[in-house]
């Protein structure tokens, strides 16, 4: 099969000497060439950054070249940033034609993946300016979540988000979505958003609270209206004080760093681990359908047992062990990591069977773990041993009526979700106080 790339880069060989390398200063204002596809402009206090990849596929090349120019418009004396994207297209993402072509899909991958993902990181991190996405095109997968990654985002009406990445053969997908979708339309929504996998249009996405504002349909009227509400929002000192407080603020309860490792952890598998990815890749680039079937995410006829029950390790939940929750006590940090394992394992389950099985045995380790910590409480003269004692009985009442609900077929993914967040308040609260109480006594008996 042909590959799928641009001209310059399939001809490149045989027409190295009539193909002329072409240096733009991409730190200069305004669009040099028209083969330029990044440049920005500079407008009273804002800068506006426009990329104009074909499709809206974002190889590593351009993901780089677009975080360079970023990074220069970041030290320019502007007060906001604005992501202007294309006019047909804003963003899809990594750029699955580059990585067809090239000698390892795989390794090219990972490279565009990791690219994308330190230009989404640039622009959450950003702190001293407002960041605004205006989307005037469709976006898609990473380009969809890369625009919630600015502080405001702006959309033409029309436009379509695709904001999900299971349909490319049950890609995790990256870019801090773990973080950035959760963030703006909350758990459930976001857990739907990327299980049904179906497109939405500007109005439902604004209505959903996944961007801020719907503009007019005309592209000149829309660009128009962006740098309206750019200078009605530019002087907002306190937007920018309560942006950069609760950045530190999520950052204290789970770092940026812990959502990037937990989903390159998944894509790596993608990658490397089976062929799935590959082989719907493929397909995508030439076009090619062997299934000759609907889509299983809109054949309404094969969903039997409904969204709830068909979710899988894809799905928005999923626990991560982070270093705050390290007490030094190597044998109960193994055993609270466990428990992290365990309920990733129950949200994993498809069917009633797995469920039961799993949440019972969940229920006996966490029983078991109490038991030994509670003899080394009692042991020990541990003073706040009934609390303690009583926070377990709570965390087992806790799984007791997780597993009541899954008999009656009544439970959702929240239940887990809520006896992990008890889990770890515990672990920070209570265990941390235990174990420097037995670390005194190790100390004083030495």
């Given at each position: 099969m042909p590959k799928a790339v641009p001209a310059t880069s399939a001809l490149k060989g045989l027409l190295s000497k009539t193909i002329k390398h072409i240096e733009i200063d991409y730190t200069k204002p305004g669009r040099e060439l028209p083969c330029q596809e990044v440049w920005y402009e500079q407008e009273a206090d804002a800068a506006y950054i426009y990329f104009s990849?074909?499709?809206g596929g974002m190889s590593t090349e351009q993901c780089r070249l677009l975080l360079l120019v970023y990074q220069h418009v970041a030290t320019l004396p502007v007060k906001a940033i604005v992501l202007m994207g294309g006019e047909q297209c804003w963003s899809n993402g990594i750029h699955l034609n580059r990585i067809e072509a090239a000698d390892s899909p795989a390794d090219e991958s990972w490279l565009n993946i990791n690219a994308i993902n330190d230009l989404i990181y640039q622009i959450v991190t950003t702190l001293d300016k407002l960041t605004i996405s205006a989307v005037a095109g469709s976006a898609g997968a990473g380009g969809a979540i890369m625009a919630i990654a600015a502080d405001k985002v702006f959309a033409r009406e029309g436009v379509i988000f695709n904001p999900h990445y299971k349909n490319m053969g049950e890609i995790y997908g990256s870019e801090y979505w773990t973080y950035l979708l959760p963030k703006r339309v909350g758990q459930e929504m976001a857990t739907s958003l990327t299980e049904q996998r179906l497109p939405i249009s500007a109005k439902n996405a604004w209505h959903i609270g996944l961007i801020d504002k719907v503009l007019d349909k005309n592209h000149k009227i829309f660009i128009a209206q962006v740098?309206?509400?750019?200078?009605?929002?530019?002087?907002?000192?306190?937007?920018?004080?309560e942006k950069a407080k609760t950045r530190c603020y999520d950052e204290s309860l789970k770092a940026l760093a812990t959502y990037r490792q937990f989903e390159l952890a998944q894509m790596y598998e993608n990658f490397y681990g089976n062929e799935d990815y590959h082989l719907a890749r493929q397909r995508f680039v030439y076009k090619v359908n062997n299934d000759n079937k609907t889509p299983d995410n809109i054949a309404l006829h094969r969903q039997k047992d409904g969204l709830e029950k068909r979710l899988s390790l894809g799905s928005m939940y999923h626990f991560v062990w982070q270093?705050?929750?390290?007490?030094?006590?190597?044998?109960?940090?193994n055993q609270h990591k466990d428990i992290f394992i365990l309920a990733n394992q129950l949200v994993a389950s498809v069917s009633s069977e797995e469920l039961h099985k799993n949440i019972q045995l969940i229920y006996r380790y966490v029983k078991e773990h109490f038991n030994t910590e509670e003899e080394l409480m009692e042991k020990s003269d541990f003073r706040q041993y009934k609390s303690h004692a009583t926070e377990h009985n709570a965390i087992l009442e806790k799984l007791a009526e997780i597993e009541h609900k899954i008999t009656n077929n009544e439970w959702k993914k929240r239940d887990i979700r809520e006896f992990m967040d008890k889990w770890a308040d515990h672990i920070i609260h209570s265990d941390m106080v235990l174990n420097k109480h037995l670390k005194k006594l190790e100390f004083e008996s030495a």
């Open positions: 990849f074909h499709n740098k309206r509400l750019v200078n009605v929002i530019i002087d907002d000192n306190e937007a920018l004080n270093d705050v929750y390290q007490t030094g006590d190597d044998l109960a940090d």
